[in-house]
Antibody, heavy 118, light 111 residues
Framework: QVQLQQSGPGLVKPSETLSLTCTVS????????WNWFRQPPGKGLEWIGY???????DYNPSLKSRVTTSVDTSKNQFSLKLSAVTAADTAVYYC????????????WGQGTVVTVSS | EIVLTQSPGTLSLSPGERATLSCRAS???????LVWYQQKPGQAPRLLIY???SRATGIPDRFSGSGSGTDFTLTISRLEPEDSAVYYC????????????FGGGTKVVIK
């Protein structure tokens, strides 16, 4: 059973870059698409984008200019970078595995609370 | 962008009652790509229904999904106290579509 463990700083200064990592255990990172989502305090869910180990990506058009994702197959990890953050980027960030057989994200990380503040 | 509108915003029902949650799309959604989640406070979303009507692994059969095109429904046939949560629908436009959106959620409160 695949499990996801998120890591990264909980506080980022305005205009800086948010960086998060998701470590995959119990399965190969080569086998799936890997997604990022976020949820501002008290609000709904927003998709950020996905990446495959072969380099295929797709991003939410509203965030695309600031998002970079990557996969490190040697560490079974994938990462998110969001540049030029503002207070509006304060949210719980989630990584998730996309299960191709059901076309849905079926396994989620525990979530990382990221606050943008000086 | 496909906008998903969920109703009602809040549903307050007693244990054993039936809950009917609606998700309407601004344009047609392929059933293959319509998903429902349950989210409890402080937790990540939990996949309930995929493909509009298929239950995810481990989901009790009191949860069911239906619908097609622009109108989808999540039904909880016999509410239990642990079903108190926010429920979200989500659509996906397919690979490379850059289109994955969520509804605003329906909060289910068990009296």
């Amino acid at each position: 059973q695949v499990q996801l463990q998120q890591s990264g700083p909980g506080l980022v200064k305005p205009s800086e870059t948010l960086s998060l990592t998701c470590t995959v255990s119990g399965g190969s990172i080569r086998s799936y698409y890997w997604n990022w989502f976020r949820q501002p305090p008290g609000k709904g869910l927003e998709w950020i984008g996905y990446i495959h180990y072969n380099g295929n990506t797709d991003y939410n058009p509203s965030l695309k200019s600031r998002v970079t994702t990557s996969v490190d197959t040697s560490k079974n990890q994938f990462s998110l970078k969001l540049s030029a953050v503002t207070a509006a980027d304060t949210a719980v960030y989630y990584c998730a595995k996309w299960e191709g057989s059901i076309e849905a994200p079926d396994i989620w990380g525990q979530g990382t609370v990221v606050t943008v503040s000086s | 962008e496909i906008v998903l509108t969920q109703s009602p915003g809040t549903l307050s029902l007693s244990p054993g009652e039936r809950a009917t949650l609606s998700c309407r799309a601004s344009q047609s959604v392929r059933s293959t790509y319509l998903v429902w989640y349950q989210q409890k406070p402080g937790q990540a979303p939990r996949l309930l229904i995929y493909g509009a009507s298929s239950r995810a692994t481990g989901i009790p059969d009191r949860f069911s999904g239906s619908g097609s095109g622009t109108d989808f429904t999540l039904t909880i046939s016999r509410l239990e106290p642990e079903d108190s949560a926010v429920y979200y629908c989500q659509q996906y436009g397919g690979h490379r579509s850059s289109s994955l959106t969520f509804g605003g959620g329906t909060k289910v409160v068990i009296k």
